[in-house]
């Protein structure tokens, strides 16, 4: 599917009305790649904004190696986002002997092509063009970084611990000064919808936000942040939806609206900080965990109806 061939998708997805918006979607691991198959059954364009901060299985060895950002996440985005070509569909087969088993074939090509290059956007614009991606995949930072999590007794670091981590109530970047590159706070400030979410809270959801770049350029958003909540409770964050919002807004992000799904039975908040409002659809695939990219997609077309 080419970009123009998502665009065409949008009529039938939103009762002709909408037209071909412009998408960014934040966030990391495998929430974030349903979110992309979701944006590309309606979007006219499609921006991927990745948190780049894991530092656990492979991607972790990578950057332990080499250095660099870690490249798992944005490899899920090209999967998500790429056409039906082998490359595409091989991106994350992984070794399974030798100095190279556990790695995974995109993390391999995207940390070579940064190594070589030393140009991380023009690396991964260059596989997605490999890939023939319907859409734009960036990281939230230019340069590596570590997740800190404060505990309010202690900090941890690192994604693997910060994931591991109980209590949590705070959340930064080292260096904490890492800044975003413009393409990626470009395409926040111009898109029509920025989505956010659903995904693990800490380490992918909040992990996507937490360079100030980020944070400034959601303040300056054309479009409304909608945050999908996740259909059940995960191990990262507090139960109560109420409370993710509370934390998202002490980390100066606040959503206009908070999608969920109206038959996962999880607490939700009547309305949303400055006039935010709460949406509900029904979003869950078969195995009621995770979200239908379908579904998905066609609640937050709806959403530019609402």
Do not use: K
């Not at 660099?68 to 999967?79: I, K, N, Q, T």
């Not at 956010?196 to 959601?218: K, Y």
């Amino acid at each position: 599917m080419t970009v123009a061939d998502a665009a065409g998708l949008v009529g039938a997805g939103a009762g002709g009305t909408i037209g071909a918006p412009r998408v960014c979607a934040l966030g990391g691991g495998h929430g974030l790649a349903t979110t992309l198959r979701a944006v590309r059954t309606y979007a006219g364009e499609v921006t991927a904004v990745v948190s780049v901060a894991d530092d656990g299985g492979s991607s972790g060895r990578i950057r332990r190696a080499i250095g660099g950002p870690a490249p798992g996440d944005l490899r899920r985005c090209f999967e998500a986002l790429g056409d039906a070509s082998m490359l595409s569909a091989e991106m994350g087969w992984r070794f399974g002997s030798g100095e190279l088993a556990g790695h995974a074939l995109g993390n391999l090509l995207i940390a070579g092509l940064v190594a070589a290059g030393d140009d991380l956007v023009a690396a991964l614009d260059e596989v997605g063009r490999m890939v023939n991606s319907v859409g734009r995949v960036l990281p939230a930072t230019s340069v590596p970084v570590d997740l800190v999590a404060d505990t309010g007794d202690w900090e941890v670091e690192g994604q693997v611990a910060v994931h591991r981590a109980e209590g949590v109530v705070g959340m930064r970047l080292v260096p904490e000064d890492a800044p975003a590159p413009v393409e990626t706070t470009g395409a926040i400030r111009r898109a029509d919808q920025v989505v956010l979410g659903p995904g693990s809270f800490f380490t992918s959801v909040l992990a996507a936000t937490l360079s100030v770049d980020v944070r400034s350029a959601l303040r300056e958003r054309s479009g409304p942040l909608v945050l999908v909540a996740n259909l059940v409770a995960d191990r990262e964050g507090p139960a109560d939806l109420s409370d993710h919002v509370r934390l998202l807004a002490e980390h100066e992000v606040e959503p206009d609206v908070l999608l969920v799904d109206g038959g996962s039975g999880r607490p939700v908040p009547d309305a949303l900080p400055g006039g935010g409002r709460v949406v509900a659809a029904s979003m869950a695939g078969p195995d009621t965990r995770t979200h239908d990219p379908v579904r998905l997609g066609r609640a937050l077309a709806d959403l530019f109806e609402g």
